[in-house]
């Protein structure tokens, strides 16, 4: 076989799962006393950060210094109650408990890089349940001067507004959130100086001989690539979110237009490469999913943290708690039947919510998205909604609002449902013209089905035996939580867990 290049390992996507492992592998490893991996990082954009860089960036890895550092009561022990009362034993007790072994070394692994700084940051769990750190267990980067960054800076992703519109990251500001996550492992994996950052490398097969992955074919702007890997191969490209082929063949709810990945990526190359070889599969119908804003780009905006409003379905009527964290509510959206409209009136300066990126007024308005009316009656017949519907459901709603209580589906009772108030209320009342309607669809953060791996990451043939040198993390793994998103960072913490086990794994077997 004529290899292009050698290295110990090669890892595809450059989310900030596969820059963990990346790290992982590149870095020294003074327990084992070894030197770092010479590494290779395959991102298929000419941009480095995948949907990770999109992110609020929140890690959830329980159990760690950081929690400890912040005074807020987590522990492994009520990070494992929270997990059993949330997904069981049934078939996922082995990988929670790597989980949550791993996340304590991880943290302090990463923490000895002096790019990686965290801090604990108030966001409640998602559900109520044994366990449960009412303000949240998670934690973020700080952000990273643009500086700092020096010439890399150019090689992260910018926010999903910018991104999507061609422009970089505005000048003079710090990057934030996702992207000092990813700049900050993007430094340090720079430092170790094993590490080549290879964009515009798309992966399109994986090279067997003798039944074990032993390097990758890729695709450049230049033509075909062979790499080789001595060591194994870390799949970690995002999922298929983007590939509207593949979401009708699998039953994702949703649409690939309005899935938050990034153009042109994460349309499932690492996981049919896999397939091809034998690789089984789990959870293709699942995703991370959430409400979002229809924007006039045709694309959709995450929304979440609604301050005020109601969301309702084809029939004017209510069908849960607009206050739910996303994925819960992205699921009740996938359950019920569209179109759906958030109705506000003129308490709300814009939209009572977050989008991402953020919507204005009058271009959604122009575009059709939104529609304004003086009376209720008016703004049924520019939705097509049922006049009577609509107007008895606002009616209710603010019966409720006066009361305080939401008897039909409890919002406001709950941490999650206050976080983004501030401790307001949430519930209030739609009664001052001119009214709105804002279209939602069915979004996601990213499919969370893929490629079947045991607790060290490695992938799993349909016989359910390892395939040797190839392993799998993040969305190009079935994630053990299932159809559950049990809190704010778990795509991303689990991603880097898994990434982070699967080089120790790589490191004590040599081939």
Known sequence: MAWDDEYDVVVAGSGAGALAGALAAASDAPAAASDGLRTAVLEKTSLVGGTSAYSGSAIWL??????????????????????????????????????????PELVEFLERDPAIEV????FPDYFDAPGRIDMGRSFVPLDLPLERLGELAGLVRPPVDRDRTGRGHAPGRPLAQGRSLIGRLLLAITATGNADVRTGTALTDLIVEAGRVVGVAAMTAEGPVRLRASRGVLLAAGGFESSAELRALRGVPGGAAWTMAPDGANTGDAIAAAMRIGASTGLLDQAWFCPGLAMPDGRAAFTLGFRGGLIVDGTGRRFANESLPY???????????DPFYLIFDSRSDGLPAISIPAAAPEEQLAAGLWHQADTLADLAAKTGLPAGALASTVERFNGFAAKGVDEDFHRGEDPYDLYFTGGKPCLVPVDRPPYFAAKIVLSDLGTKGGLRADPD????????????GLYAAGNTS????????????????????????AVQDMRRNQS
């Open 457 to 468: 990451g490695r992938v799993l043939s349909g016989a359910g035996r390892p395939i040797p």
């Open 119 to 122: 801090e604990w940051r108030a």
């Open 327 to 337: 994925d819960q509510m992205g699921r009740r959206l996938a359950s019920a039947g």
């Open 62 to 103: 329980p159990g760690t210094r950081v929690q400890e550092r912040a005074g807020i009561g987590d522990s492994t022990e009520s990070a494992r109650a929270y997990l059993r009362a949330l997904l069981g034993d049934d078939g996922n007790a082995a990988h929670r408990e790597a989980f949550l072994e791993t996340a």
């Open 478 to 501: 079935a994630s053990f939580t299932g159809p559950v998103y049990p809190g704010p960072g778990i795509p991303i913490g689990t991603a880097m867990a898994f990434a982070y086990r």
